[in-house]
Structure formats: C-alpha cells, structure tokens
C-alpha cells in the first residue's frame, strides 16, 4: 500500500496538482497537509492532521465506485474523519472557492472540538 501511494504521489492528476499546490508548506491557514496519505486501508488524496479532516478530488473513474465511495466515507467518519470532496472540475475552475470551502470546514471543526471540550 505504501508503494502505492508513492505512485499515486508521483502521477497526481491535473486538479490534484494544483491543490497541493495551494496546500503544501502550510500554505492554507497555516495547517499542515498530506496527500495521498494511508489511513486504516485506504489512500486518501489529502489529508490534515489537526482538523482530522479527508479531502477528496474526484474525477471520472468515481462515477464508476459510487458504491465503494460510499461505503469508504462512511467508513472514515466512523473512525472519527471529517470529509469533504471536489470534482475534478471544481478544483481546477473555481480553486479559491475550493480553499475557502478547505479552510471554513478546519475551521468549523476546530470550534466544535473546543465547545465539545468546554462541554466536558
């Protein structure tokens, strides 16, 4: 699996280049990201540590796994994953938006995390 992920790394597609453009070196609120990162059995296109958070860039061959997609999301969020998912198109017509979408959803759930925590 890891050599898998280092392929991965190695052939982003068009949008996910551009992504980790924008949220490589802390680039994005100053929150690290990894991409194409191993979590439990799956390979995740980006991931952020301190939000706990999963971001996917789907393209064609996702309308073909709906099914596995599904049940993979559901599994992540079990395990505690937040996530959000981009089209392809998206990410590469409307990148800003993408990022305000990325950084408002770190946000919310760092503002959750701390109400849970007043909470307790």
């Keep these: 699996m890891i050599e898998q992920a280092r392929r991965m790394r190695k052939g982003p597609t068009q949008a996910e280049a551009l992504l980790w453009e924008k949220l490589r070196k802390r680039r994005l609120g100053g929150l690290r ?3 194409q990162n191993i979590i439990y059995v799956f390979i ?3 991931y952020c540590p301190e939000a ?3 971001i996917e860039v789907d393209g064609p061959v996702h309308e073909k796994q ?3 997609d599904r ?3 559901e599994c992540l969020k079990e395990l505690g994953y937040q996530i959000v998912r981009f089209s392809n198109k998206d990410v590469i017509k409307d990148i800003e938006m ?3 979408e990325i950084y408002d959803a770190c946000r919310d759930w760092f503002v959750k995390e701390i109400n849970d925590t007043e909470e307790e």
Aim: proline share 0%; hydrophobic share 50%.
């Design 71 to 73: 049940v993979r999301e």
């Design 98 to 100: 993408v990022l305000a």
């Design 44 to 46: 995740v296109d980006f």
């Design 52 to 54: 706990k958070m999963v």
């Design 33 to 35: 990201f990894r991409r």
């Design 66 to 68: 709906k099914e596995y």
